[in-house]
């Protein structure tokens, strides 16, 4: 077995979520293998278990399948054919309305796991509107932040399901919006785009700065020492 076929072979295994963090890598080139229907499911309910702010869930996840789709989200990320050929990608969006909305659903599950309690989702019922409505211009932003939040879920997910991922944050938002019906959406922002599938490429740790460069105690210029 020559060095790429092993490399790809390994690549392939499932890997816990330590490992997963350490191996994962940007892949640019993927097989046309497909995803199989219950792994691509166990991949959503992994991403969408992912945090958010008062957990509202203000994400909108589309995966684009279809191949006419592919090539038209490819179009409006800079014809980067790494769309093309994963099987899946996800497209993450963010409801910078979404705290504002009927949370009904969200209420009704906390109390249902008892999660939070009657008084808590009372409170909430004011406070969340309240919080989101305060933000102002900032809607967008904390909506997309959560968004991001279910993307790094999604990445280290795959990963570890054997799986490999791509971040993409070339795209023109407009032309994805239209790709994905939400042309008409004026609160709906797109957060990242993320190609699923099975690596055709082998891609080497590129290394990371030493603590001392970027990582801090209490105030920035306070390296931390390990």
Request: proline share 8%; charged share 20%; hydrophobic share 45%.
């Amino acid at each position: 077995m020559n060095p790429i076929t092993q490399e790809l072979n390994l690549q392939a295994q499932p890997l816990d979520v330590p490992s997963a963090i350490f191996q994962r890598r940007s892949i640019k080139t993927f097989k046309p293998d497909p995803i199989a229907p219950e792994l691509l499911r166990q991949l959503v309910e992994l991403t969408v278990a992912a945090p958010s702010s008062f957990n509202i869930q203000d994400w909108r996840i589309i995966l684009v399948q279809d191949e006419a789709q592919k090539v038209a989200l490819s179009e409006a990320a800079w014809n980067q054919k790494q769309i093309i050929q994963a099987p899946v990608t996800f497209v993450f969006a963010a409801d910078a309305m979404g705290g504002e909305k009927d949370l009904t659903p969200i209420y009704e599950q906390g109390l249902q796991t008892g999660a939070w309690p009657e008084g808590t989702v009372n409170y909430f019922k004011t406070a969340i509107p309240q919080f989101q409505s305060g933000l102002g211009n900032k809607r967008r932003e904390y909506a997309i932040k959560d968004a991001m939040i279910a993307a790094t879920h999604l990445v280290l997910a795959a990963e570890s399901l054997g799986l490999s991922t791509c971040f993409m944050n070339g795209w023109i938002e407009d032309k994805v919006k239209a790709v994905i019906g939400a042309t008409d959406d004026p609160n709906l922002a797109i957060a990242v785009l993320v190609p699923v599938g099975y690596a055709a490429e082998p891609r080497l740790n590129p290394g990371r700065l030493p603590f001392s460069h970027n990582v801090f105690v209490d105030r920035v210029g306070n390296p931390y020492q390990d």
